[in-house]
């Protein structure tokens, strides 16, 4: 997967507890992205990182929370899970934002009962 | 904010024959990428063709082509003689020209029947 791996690739949890889905690159690219895929909607941008420390919001940012403390590590909170987070979960690299080519992890499908 | 919009949830062809996924999108730029992307059942999000708003020659990677109409703001896939490992997901994405950040439209599910 070029470098890219997600974990957990599987999760279910109870509404109410907190998840941490991780993201771990070996392609020292600058730029990671979460995405949300949902049926009928496509990939929705949640949070993306433009360097260690530097993150901003997409589209979808409420009730996630994100960090990166290290190059390769982007860590995807949610504080609280809630069953519309139910999801699959993408993390995607690219080393040049200008080409905007994404590289992406193979998902982490999260269900929130 | 820029959209993406394909009008086409679902789409089915014949194994050899060719089909053409639509996508319009809405940006007031000049400086723009577009792409499509295919996610086939195991869920690996695959780039297949990537065009450059600038350049007036429509992009081809093998059996896959698009047909980009910049004034009418539109991105169609065409694949020629479809194969059963092109069933899967098309995502057509839009990303503003120095932009980080990539915009997806709903997805077209294809169907290639033997």
């Known amino acids: 997967d070029a470098g890219i791996t997600q974990s957990p690739r599987h999760k279910v949890t109870e509404t109410g507890t907190p998840v941490t889905l991780r993201c771990h690159q070996t392609e020292n690219h600058r730029y990671m992205y979460w995405y949300r895929q949902d049926p009928g909607h496509g990939l929705r941008l949640i949070h993306y990182?433009?360097?260690?420390?530097?993150?901003d919001k997409g589209e979808v940012s409420d009730g996630y929370s994100v960090s990166r403390s290290k190059t390769e590590d982007f860590l995807l909170t949610l504080e609280s899970a809630t069953s519309s987070q139910t999801s699959v979960y993408f993390c995607?690299?690219?080393?040049?934002?200008?080409?905007?080519?994404?590289?992406f992890g193979a998902g982490s499908r999260l269900t929130v009962l | 904010a820029q959209t993406v919009t394909q009008s086409q949830p679902e789409m089915s062809v014949q194994e050899a024959e060719t089909v053409t996924l639509s996508c319009t999108y809405d940006t007031s730029e000049n400086n723009y990428y577009l792409f499509w992307y295919k996610q086939p059942p195991s869920r690996q999000m695959i780039l297949v063709i990537r065009?450059?708003?600038?350049?007036?020659q429509n992009a081809t990677e093998n059996r896959f082509s698009v047909n980009f109409q910049k004034a009418a703001k539109s991105f169609s896939l065409k694949i020629s003689d479809s194969q059963l490992g092109d069933t899967a997901m098309y995502f057509c994405a839009f990303a503003e020209g120095g932009s980080e950040k990539l915009v997806f439209g709903k997805g077209t599910k294809l169907t290639v029947n033997p």
């Open positions: 990182s433009y360097g260690v420390k530097d993150t």
């Open positions: 995607a690299i690219t080393g040049d934002s200008g080409a905007n080519v994404l590289t």
């Open positions: 065009q450059e708003a600038y350049k007036q």
